[in-house]
């Protein structure tokens, strides 16, 4: 890992998906132990996955990964701790009405 | 941040938005509101798996192990079903305006299930201490179960989830966790008052019930309760999340930044918030009261909410929001001007609000509560 530089891999990897009435999750896991690092990115590759109503699918497929460089890497530690808002269920949306 | 608005979507509507709904779109507004097709698009995040690893029950090992013990028998097992309660929903005659900031609700809520789904199975899956990972199995289980029971209702109105955010390049944040206690306590609090205070109101208001989900809230809001309980009790088995100074403000900043948001958000929601009988400001006001009392579980303070300032500052930080979407709209130069303005303001009265002083309290030997709303 460069300071500057970015660098890329691939991993297998298996995407889940529960779309049914008592479950809905969706998840992507690494089959080759591929640890990500804050600010990388994840591509999984091929077509767009999901579940018909009241099933649950699981795909084996090829993720890139791309290695944050060591400034992105400390950005991101800084930062990330921001969007912690996500989790509420209150989250912003950019719909404003008032 | 993660709900984006049916005019940015327009166009990037794919067949899987729209599967095995079609037949009840009829309207064009329907079928706007369809093509949100980005609808879950949670955050992917990574955090100190090693500190988490490192985390020591022990001193708080008896309430550990009867929360747990709860949360394993899963008593809500067979709530998250239909049933007869479940009323037909005309959502063919409900006014626009009202199905679109409901539908806007459900949404959002779907997210941070899901959000908070993706979050704790991902600290499950990489986390070795077996207290660590069980707890979190058990909160992605529920989490997983609500975004699920929500899904149906949006299913109901047309709206199919899309997880197309499954192949598209998503960049992995980074959470202290620390941040995750403090932020995942209080969004798990603070989601029970919420449902809880809508509950209790509908039980003496049937006739503003629109929509038979409110009647599931008592016993959903119990699991967000139990999800709190067990961040209390985290957070308390290192006495310096909550006792340093540095993180002492960092509390009042999750706290203030919260609550804002909150309010700010609520506020958007008039139209849902007059169907359900509900004054949006007494509401704040009231699920405020209930997440503080609840809080001191844990936080050595609470916010004053009844400081002459603290009302002042939220609406100064709701005109400032206003402000901002307006830029947005507008577009351009100006637009660019009016949202920094709007931005500048917003952290001036978040910075009203973080000035107030806070109210202190002794905190109880043991955390645990019981919902008692």
Known sequence: MGLFTRSKETAPCTVSISH??????????FDNGAVIHPGDSVLVQGAEIMAPF?????????????????????????????????LCEFSFSEEVTV | MNIQTPKDLNGHASPTALHGTNEAMTSEKATDVAMQDTLLTPRFYTTDFNELDAINVENVRHDWDTLIGQMEADPNKGHFKKNAD??????????????????DFLISSCTAEFSGCVLYKEMKRRGSN????????LMARD???????????????????????LTQQKKYTYFRPKFIYYATYLSEKIGYAR????????????????????????????????????????????????????????????????????????????????????????YGMEVFRKTS??????YPFTLDIDHPRFRKGLDKLQDANVQIAAG??????????????????????????????????ERPASTMMEPAY
């Open chain 2, 86 to 103: 479940w009323d037909t929903v005309d959502w063919d005659g409900m006014e626009p305006a009202l199905r679109a900031e409901f539908i």
């Open chain 2, 195 to 282: 449902y809880i205070t809508i509950f209790r109101h509908l039980e003496k208001h049937p006739e503003h019930r629109f929509h038979p989900i409110f009647k599931w809230f008592e016993e959903w809001c119990n699991d967000e309760f139990s999800h709190g309980e067990a961040f209390a009790l985290l957070m308390k088995t290192d006495p310096k999340l909550t006792e340093s100074r540095q993180n002492r403000l960092w509390i009042k900043f999750f706290l203030t930044a919260v609550y804002g948001t909150m309010w700010v958000r609520d506020h958007q929601r008039p139209v849902f918030h007059e169907a359900l009988g509900v004054d949006v400001t007494w």
């Open chain 2, 328 to 361: 947005k709209r507008q577009r351009g130069v100006a637009g660019k001007i009016k949202q920094f303005i709007g931005t500048a303001r917003a952290a001036a009265a978040f910075a009203v609000l973080y000035s107030i002083p806070v109210v202190h309290h």
């Open chain 2, 130 to 137: 077996p207290d660590i990972t069980q707890l979190f199995q």
């Open chain 1, 20 to 29: 049914r009435f008592e479950e809905l999750s969706a998840h992507v896991r």
């Open chain 2, 143 to 165: 989490e997983a179960r609500h975004a699920g029971f929500i899904n149906d209702a949006l299913r109901e109105a047309g709206i199919a989830v899309n997880l197309g955010f």
């Open chain 2, 293 to 298: 009392e609840i809080s001191k579980q844990i």
């Open chain 1, 54 to 86: 009241g099933e649950i699918v699981e795909e084996s497929r090829t993720a890139v990964i791309t290695r944050a460089s060591g400034l992105e890497r400390a950005w991101t530690r800084l930062t990330g701790d921001l969007e912690f808002i996500e």
